[in-house]
């Protein structure tokens, strides 16, 4: 598959890119992309939610009633989880969410993902481009000149861009990632994925 690329202005440079077949017309495993965004959400996870149970409740110390003739129930601590105040039985402790998964089964699901957009023709590719200082306005300008400002979009570049990042972070539909940090819930969770020039031969090199 080729496609056209693109200037920042939005017309057609007259080059095509060829998409490699091994990385963007593979079958597709819809169970791998299953299990890689599930890994990835379940690893967002930060595991920090908890609660006291009867043995970290302040108070309680003191039996409050003798053990008998009260014509009550028996009753050794206020904190007991029965009474208002008391510990919480089986409650939240804090522990880690983690998942992994074998490093050809995330190359597969990656794969797949990306075969996906390219069938469903959300892959652009533009020039490679830099920006002189973080002005927000200019990358929304390159969205809007290719009709993709109001649609949910993946910039993927060759390499880190402190000033494109600190350009790009307030544009709400957008997300920019590097080629080696692209991974299965991006490329999903998109509807555009736009491609620097020089991102292609990164991409095929990680995948």
């Known amino acids: 598959m080729?496609?056209?690329?693109y200037k920042t202005d939005g017309?057609?440079?007259?080059?095509?890119?060829?998409?490699?077949?091994?990385v963007f017309g593979i079958e597709p495993s819809d169970h791998?992309?299953?299990?890689?965004?599930k890994r990835y959400l379940t690893n967002q996870r930060q595991g920090?939610?908890?609660s006291k149970n009867r043995s970290l409740?302040?108070?309680?110390?003191?039996?409050?009633?003798?053990?008998?003739?009260?014509?009550?129930?028996r009753v050794g601590t206020i904190r007991s989880p029965l009474w208002v105040g008391g510990g919480r039985v089986f409650g939240p402790v804090p522990h880690e969410f983690s998942m992994k998964m074998p490093k050809k089964m995330k190359k597969l699901a990656k794969k797949s993902a990306l075969t996906y957009k390219a069938r469903q023709n959300e892959i652009t590719i533009i020039e490679d481009f830099k920006l002189a200082e973080p002005k927000t306005r200019e990358v929304f300008k390159i969205?809007?000149?290719?009709?993709?400002?109001?649609?949910?979009?993946?910039l993927v570049t060759g390499e880190y861009d402190q000033v494109l990042t600190q350009a790009g972070r307030n544009i709400p539909?957008?997300?920019?990632?590097?080629a080696e940090e692209l991974n299965t819930y991006d490329i999903l969770n998109c509807q555009v994925m736009l491609l620097q020039k020089g991102t292609l031969e990164k991409i095929e090199e990680v995948c």
Request: charge should be positive; charged fraction near 30%.
């Open 2 to 5: 080729e496609l056209d690329v």
């Open 11 to 22: 017309k057609p440079s007259g080059e095509k890119l060829a998409l490699s077949d091994k």
């Open 32 to 37: 791998a992309i299953y299990q890689d965004v």
């Open 48 to 50: 920090n939610a908890s």
């Open 57 to 73: 409740v302040r108070g309680g110390g003191k039996k409050p009633w003798r053990q008998k003739g009260r014509g009550t129930a």
């Open 143 to 154: 969205l809007k000149n290719n009709n993709i400002d109001s649609r949910k979009v993946l």
């Open 173 to 178: 539909n957008l997300t920019i990632r590097v």
